[in-house]
């Protein structure tokens, strides 16, 4: 186990490595004027134009300028120094604001997908073609069909501006009770699915023949569903948790902005918006690590779920 | 024993969710029942926060409450003084700046005149890469401090005359440098600031320290908010309120939404998506005020399909103005058919002619004799929400012209400005202008002299040239808006863009604050602002 752990930890270097080098290089591709699109629509100065051109490197083009760049940014990378954005701030600064809010809100959100979703989809499970089920079912196809996009700005006006449950935005030191209604609306979709994939696995876990093994032993049946089928039902429910809380830290754009977070999604957002290079890949990196340990984790979560899975 | 484990492991998120939530509850003082607490107001996260180096409304709305200008300016947008005593010149070249006594910075330095120079040479200078670096090219030994490595850190026409009086010496005579004081890029800076001669601190910008009516309550929290309260040593108009809260938002409409909630006390843009709401939403307290903006239609002259002054001339009579601030705009914008906003003295209504008015019959008669081009391309940045007009535009083309209009969209500015500096055919593109100062030469001069800073469309008429130029230089100021307003004409006969409209500040306030004022700049005034009691 512990090696197999290494090895995997070993392999993630060579993964951020490799990812930084790719976003790097799309961002370079896909970099027009970064100075101008700092300005927006007022002219810059030869002065700042200069000042700039020669801070970054922006000079610096084709493909050993793109080498001499990524190089540059790698080194001061290795000491540590995550560069700066093109307003001069530290990125690392801005990383360091940005993540603790966005990993609670992730954290939120997945502890809502955990505690209804999983739950609702055992019982749903238990009791197939119940009113339970079939209206689960629809709901949770209502809320896959709805767009966060749509569904964000509705939560907000209606909990927040008309029956003032909620405050309507959460800002950037949000209490745990600002971030539950962006947490709730960012969570429904991994709920949805999670209640979903339970369900199923949970039914269909019903029907094998250790279920029928422990029924005839005379074991009561709520002992039945938690110990025997939930243990085995829950290894797909957790492979799709662990990735989806990298894609809920990356693909929180929408919630954040709607909400006024000002977490990872949004610092991606303006980031590419403003070709600003060193602070996309900063960013994606800390969401390679993410992806890669949330990875991991499910990988050994196996091993204690399933006692057939076993790791050399 | 293996169930224990799974319920750990199943419980761990919980666990972190709330421990971390438990740790981070640092609570944003957003509402607060004590008369105490701050007035809020809306801004976007500022690029910089030093007054040399501050051109975009967020940073500029800090600052005005964190510094005094030399020069405001009064209901008829001319110039008083502030924090200036008397701005006199005899021949409009040789100007003396005498200041008012007893400003002190928030650090309790008293202001002297020195802090004005040392603040102008910096930014001035050009390998210090301010923003606001071509504001002082009208001061003599300007280009001295620019290029890679200057001949000179000091620009030879500011001179100390004492502790309170300097003089600047001009490269040439111009009539509105006092208007021109009013500019952000005008504030002194204190010693403090600055690490060494000419060289700022890296952390100035975090806290500011001015000489304005409020001062920085800790530092800048980037993306979140900016904290002031009232200088009390401040010798100038005291504010109503002790405290103003700059809460930094990403978007508009979560900023609406906190208004209308009572969250957020100033909003000073209301969202394109709300406007037609935003009356019944807000009742009274929805707002309306003049404001400098001025959206355009620009052409490439450089391009033959639209070379010539008739088939742009026809491209806007073929345009129904008051239809599109109508229906797009619910009235938040008024049709413009002048080169110059409304708000400055020297606007003449109209002066586009025959031109401004809406005439589809005549448009196209032109137009056909012009031979203008069989399809009429309007670029515009797709991040600004300016497609619906385009649209709207665009379709009025096609109906009213009888050629193909099509609108397409740019991913942002920079990339239509890329475009158009490379001449790639991008057809007519949208352009918008805020002024810096309310003067005529302000909307002149960098728009369409022949070397202007955002004239991109390769307009050149050296007759135009002179007679901005001979404004500038004029002995009085009537002189000079006759000489802008020849300039305005000529515009209108050459036509290299088309006026479509002039902006209003649109804004929204919560029940907890009234007297809520926005000047030209899109800027709250801080010092008119009190709490509802």
Redesign the interface.
């Known amino acids: 186990m512990f090696r197999y752990i290494l090895r995997r930890l070993l392999q993630m270097v060579l993964a951020f490595f490799g990812t930084t080098l790719i976003v790097y290089a799309l961002m370079f591709a896909g970099q027009g004027d970064p100075i101008q699109a700092l300005a927006g629509e007022r002219p810059v100065t030869a002065a700042q134009r200069a000042y700039l051109t020669e801070k970054y490197h922006l000079d610096a083009t084709g493909v050993g300028g793109f080498f001499y760049r990524y190089f540059d940014y790698v080194k001061s990378l290795l000491q540590g120094d995550l560069g700066q954005s093109l307003t001069g701030r530290q990125i690392g600064d801005i990383l360091q604001a940005a993540w603790p809010v966005t990993l609670k809100l992730a954290l939120i959100a997945l502890a809502v997908a955990i505690i209804f979703g999983v739950s609702a989809g055992v019982v749903a499970g238990i009791r197939r073609a119940s009113i339970f089920d079939n209206s689960t079912l629809v709901l949770t196809l209502l809320v896959l069909g709805i767009p966060t996009i749509v569904l964000a700005p509705l939560a907000q006006f209606f909990l927040g501006v008309k029956w003032q449950l909620f405050p309507p935005t959460a800002g950037s030191q949000p209490t745990f009770y600002a971030l539950l209604l962006p947490g709730i609306v960012l969570g429904s979709l991994s709920l949805a699915t999670a209640l979903r994939l339970t369900r199923t696995s949970v039914a269909e876990n019903l029907r094998a023949d250790y279920v029928r093994t422990a029924r005839s032993k005379g074991l009561v049946k709520r002992r039945i569903v938690t110990v025997h089928v939930l243990r085995n039902s829950l290894i797909p429910v957790v492979t799709f948790l662990g990735v989806e809380l990298g894609n809920l830290m990356s693909g929180a754009i929408i919630t954040e902005g709607v909400f006024n977070i000002p977490g990872v999604g949004f610092n991606l957002f303006r980031g590419i918006r403003t070709e600003d290079g060193p602070l996309v890949v900063g960013i994606v990196s800390v969401l390679v690590v993410v992806y890669l340990v949330s990875n991991l984790v499910v990988d050994v979560l196996y091993a204690v779920l399933d006692p057939r899975i076993r790791y050399e | 024993m293996?169930?224990r484990?799974?319920a750990a492991?199943?419980a761990l998120?919980?666990a972190?969710?709330?421990g971390?939530?438990?740790c981070?509850?640092?609570?944003?003082g957003?509402s607060g029942g004590s008369g105490n607490s701050a007035v809020s107001i809306q801004i976007g996260e500022p690029?910089?926060l030093v007054p040399t180096n501050t051109?975009?409304t967020a940073g500029a709305q800090v600052l005005t409450g964190l510094f005094s200008p030399l020069v405001d300016y009064d209901a008829q947008n001319k110039p008083y003084e502030v924090a200036a005593q008397s701005i006199t010149s005899s021949d409009n070249k040789v100007w003396t700046i005498k200041l008012k006594d007893g400003f002190t910075f928030h650090n309790g330095q008293k202001v002297t005149s020195e802090d004005y120079i040392n603040a102008w040479n910096y930014g001035a200078y050009?390998?210090?890469?301010?923003?606001?670096?071509?504001f002082f090219e009208k001061i003599a030994g300007y280009p001295d401090l620019?290029g890679?490595e200057p001949k000179a850190k000091e620009m030879s026409g500011l001179k100390k005359v004492d502790d309170l009086t300097f003089t600047v010496t001009l490269a040439e005579p111009y009539i509105d440098f006092r208007t021109m004081l009013g500019y952000t890029a005008f504030y002194p800076m204190p010693e403090a600031a600055f690490s060494a001669p000419g060289v700022l601190k890296d952390s100035y910008e975090q806290a500011p320290i001015g000489q304005g009516p409020f001062k920085m309550k800790g530092t800048w929290?980037?993306?979140?908010?900016i904290d002031v309260e009232r200088y009390d040593a401040y010798p100038g108009e005291k504010p109503k309120v002790q405290n103003i809260e700059f809460?930094?938002?990403?978007?508009l409409?979560?900023?609406y939404?906190?208004v209308?909630?009572d969250?957020l006390d100033v909003l000073p843009t209301i969202p394109s998506e709300s406007l037609s709401t935003a009356p019944t939403d807000l009742g009274d307290r929805y707002q309306t005020s003049p404001m400098s903006s001025f959206q355009f239609l620009a052409f490439p002259t450089f391009d033959k399909d639209y070379s010539s002054p008739d088939v742009r001339k026809a491209i806007s009579m073929a345009i129904d103005r008051d239809e599109i601030t109508k229906s797009v705009f619910k009235g938040s914008q008024q049709s413009a058919r002048s080169f110059v906003s409304p708000v400055l003295p020297g606007y003449r209504e109209n002066t586009a002619g025959k031109a401004g008015e809406f005439n589809p019959t005549e448009a196209k008669k032109l137009y056909q004799a012009a031979g203008g081009p069989k399809k009429i391309v309007i670029s515009y940045?797709g991040?600004?929400g300016h497609k619906d007009w385009v649209d709207a535009t665009v379709n009025q083309l096609k109906a009213n012209l009888g050629v193909d209009a099509v609108g397409v969209a740019e991913p942002?500015?920079?990339?239509l400005?890329?475009k158009v500096e490379k001449k790639t055919p991008v057809g007519a593109f949208r352009?918008?202008w805020v002024m810096d100062y309310p003067t005529m030469e302000d909307y002149l001069g960098?728009l369409y002299s022949t070397n202007g800073?955002?004239n991109y469309y390769g307009y050149s008429n050296p007759e135009f040239d002179r007679l901005v130029k001979e404004g500038s230089a004029a002995k009085t100021q009537d002189e000079a808006i006759a000489k802008y307003q020849q300039a305005e004409d000529i515009l209108a006969k050459d036509m290299p863009v088309i006026p479509l409209r002039f902006g209003e500040n649109v804004f929204g306030h919560s029940s907890k604050v009234k007297n809520v004022q926005m000047d030209l700049f899109q800027r709250v005034n801080l010092v008119k602002i009190e709490a509802a009691s």
Do not use: C
């Open positions: 293996r169930v484990r799974l492991w199943t998120p919980l972190v969710t709330l971390l939530a438990a981070g509850s640092g609570g944003d957003g690029k910089h051109t975009e050009a390998p210090n890469g301010q923003d606001s670096n071509y620019q890679k929290q980037h993306d979140s908010k809460r930094i938002y990403q978007q409409t979560a900023a939404a906190d209308l909630a969250n940045n991040d600004g942002k500015f920079a990339d400005l890329t352009m918008g960098p800073s955002s």
